[in-house]
């Protein structure tokens, strides 16, 4: 097996597991370093929400995977690019929200667990954000295309669950921002009160928990199934290769 087959396969296996930390990584620099920023744990709470309503819509529609795949679940629509596709547009999404001002009104950073310093918003520097945004839509993308590649998802699957997730994202954003003005720059979701959030952020840890149980268990069902999906890559390598 070539570098880049093994390098596709180690990304496709630990894409749950990889996006779980990310953006649990996300959310606890967002909370340790902004007293009131709200946005990015309702978002990733909403994420796993419509991975959840993705899981569900599998039982219903009921249909089969491609012959072969590792898994005899129901595949339509693809859990992995709808989870991929929410994150990717929200995140896009915030990282032009940012850009778009030198100093955020209400985002005042306290910088109290003196980790690092950090600068008023935008933290990142603007001439990043569009290599950053590129690379988020083109990873999530290519991820998305590994499930294809690797015999878990039709071509069908993957992209009703791209969309899906994007929709998702879309409708999520629209209802946080769409005429809210003057506020603050995470939208309602930072507008709501202390018990409010105090409510939302125990909802949100024990959603997360669950995902992250689940992502766990992903993962070690697919090093279960390690040795029946390496042999599906080889083969298909090969066949390529003799096809060439």
């Known amino acids: 097996m070539s570098l880049l087959s093994r390098v596709n396969y180690i990304l496709d296996e630990s894409c749950a597991f990889s996006i779980c930390l990310i953006v649990l990584a996300v959310d606890a620099y967002r909370m340790?370093?902004?007293?009131?920023?709200?946005?990015?744990?309702?978002?990733?709470?909403?994420?796993?929400?419509?991975?959840?309503?993705?899981?569900?819509l599998k039982r219903v529609i009921?249909?089969?995977?491609?012959?072969?795949?590792?898994k005899l679940s129901p595949?339509?629509?693809?859990?992995?690019?709808?989870?991929?596709?929410?994150?990717?547009?929200?995140?896009?999404?915030?990282?032009?929200?940012?850009?778009?001002?030198?100093?955020?009104?209400?985002?005042?950073?306290?910088?109290?667990?003196?980790?690092?310093?950090?600068?008023?918003?935008?933290?990142?520097?603007?001439?990043?954000?569009?290599?950053?945004?590129?690379?988020?839509?083109?990873?999530?993308?290519?991820?998305?295309r590994l499930r294809v590649v690797h015999g878990h998802h039709t071509m069908a699957q993957v992209v009703v669950g791209y969309i899906f997730g994007a929709s998702c994202a879309a409708l999520?954003?629209?209802?946080?921002?769409?005429?809210?003005?003057?506020?603050?720059?995470?939208?309602?979701?930072?507008?709501?009160?202390?018990?409010?959030?105090?409510?939302a952020a125990a909802i949100s840890t024990f959603i997360l928990l669950v995902a992250i149980h689940a992502a766990c268990r992903s993962l070690i069902r697919g090093h279960a199934l390690l040795s029946p999906t390496m042999h599906f890559v080889v083969a298909k390598g090969s066949s390529e290769m003799n096809a060439e």
């Open 32 to 56: 340790l370093c902004y007293d009131s920023h709200f946005y990015v744990p309702i978002f990733i709470t909403s994420g796993c929400l419509t991975a959840g309503l993705s899981k569900g």
């Open 62 to 70: 009921n249909q089969s995977r491609p012959p072969g795949a590792p």
């Open 75 to 144: 595949g339509m629509p693809s859990n992995h690019a709808t989870a991929l596709s929410f994150l990717c547009v929200s995140t896009v999404f915030e990282l032009q929200k940012f850009s778009e001002h030198t100093v955020v009104h209400g985002l005042v950073p306290t910088n109290r667990w003196k980790l690092s310093p950090i600068h008023m918003a935008p933290d990142i520097p603007v001439n990043w954000v569009k290599p950053l945004q590129a690379f988020v839509i083109l990873y999530s993308v290519y991820l998305t």
């Open 172 to 199: 999520c954003l629209i209802a946080n921002y769409a005429g809210f003005a003057g506020g603050p720059p995470g939208g309602r979701v930072d507008a709501l009160s202390f018990p409010m959030k105090t409510m």
